[in-house]
């Protein structure tokens, strides 16, 4: 198919999500903890954490809990919104909405539902939902202004932006674009499948990691508009075969991290911010030498100290740890921990740094490990949450 030329996926309605009652609401609060003893609290010098989940069995949505950063602990749990697979979670720059990637089964055209987060309490109060443009809806960023958003439509190979209006409400899909091509997997790379959007530090441009494609797309935008324009040269080539689906800048704006889904590894590449360019100077496994069994790695995230990188393996359900040279941006492997789960789809390091948080989405549970800020060692804290099909993490 031609890029930039549009499918006709299924068309939303109100019918194609999931209505949520009153005794829904009940059941979700009944599987998390602390729900029937402790209140939702309105101090606000009280960290909160956002999940996300699948809401194919038990689970209904949005769940929020308090954060207690001392003990490095989750409590009083409530079903801060409900709404249809909520698979990816973003926060706006300031803090005051929420936006959530609705992940709609069966092929069906996805949906982005923007919420509004009361500072003092916490709550979610919900705002509008608008189309994804494309199905599999599994990501999703604002820009660092808060006037812009996008989505990457994994099923459909495509992105969209949206603008943000006056209140945290979405418009209509400003740009759509379908992605083309196909790489060396006949199994899993027959077709684009975009998975992960991530804004330059400068915020002038828009990387889209495309998994079936082995490629990660950049894009010039408007961030008034929202408006995208492909940039020459409009990609970067991966590694073939290994699938890129997430990554991350560092905070010195130097270098990025890709973590690759297929081959579990993670190219290292220096970002141009000028010519808005990446370049390999590095591949790093996140398994173990002799690790046979199949294994897709999912996420990869910074410490806040800047100086360690963390990456998660489903298969081999474990957390790798890397030290970052200063110099250069080179990886080194620190230590390999269990995520004491399994598929730890997503992660989320604590802002203080002293601890990391996994979704383990086919164990139903959230797992608390320590991190040490020195030596960026993690350690078991025996501290776990039974939550069904958890699959993002998000810190207020």
Known sequence: MREGSRPRPTRVTLNHMKKVTRRDCMLGLAIVPFASRFAWSSDTQVHRIFIGTYTKKSSHG????????ETGE???SVLAAPTPNPSFLALS?????????????????????????DPSSG???PGNVVASGGSGSCNLTTDHTGHSLFVANYDSGSLASFRILAGGSLSAAVSDIFFHGHSVNPARQQTPHA?????????KY?????????????????????QLAPHDPPFY?????SGPRNLTFHPNGKWAYSINEMASTLECLNWDSAKGTLTRFQVISTLPKKFKKPTAAATVAIHPNRRFLYASNRGDDSITAFSIDPADGHLALLQRVSCEGNTPRHFAVAPDGR??????QDSANIVILKCDPQTGRLSSTGKQYPLDSPVCVVFE
């Open 62 to 69: 949005i769940y929020g809990y308090r954060w207690i950063p």
């Open 74 to 76: 989750m409590v009083a």
């Open 93 to 117: 720059p300031h803090h005051t909405h929420l936006y959530a990637a609705n992940e709609q089964p069966g092929g069906t055209s996805g949906t982005v539902s923007a919420f509004t987060l």
């Open 123 to 125: 709550k979610l109060s």
């Open 195 to 203: 998975h992960c959007t991530t804004i330059s530090p400068d915020n």
């Open 206 to 226: 828009l990387l889209v990691n495309d998994l079936g494609t082995d490629r990660i797309r950049v894009y010039r935008f408007d961030p008034a508009t929202a």
């Open 237 to 241: 080539s991966a590694i073939p075969g």
């Open 355 to 360: 601890w990391l948080v996994v979704a383990n």
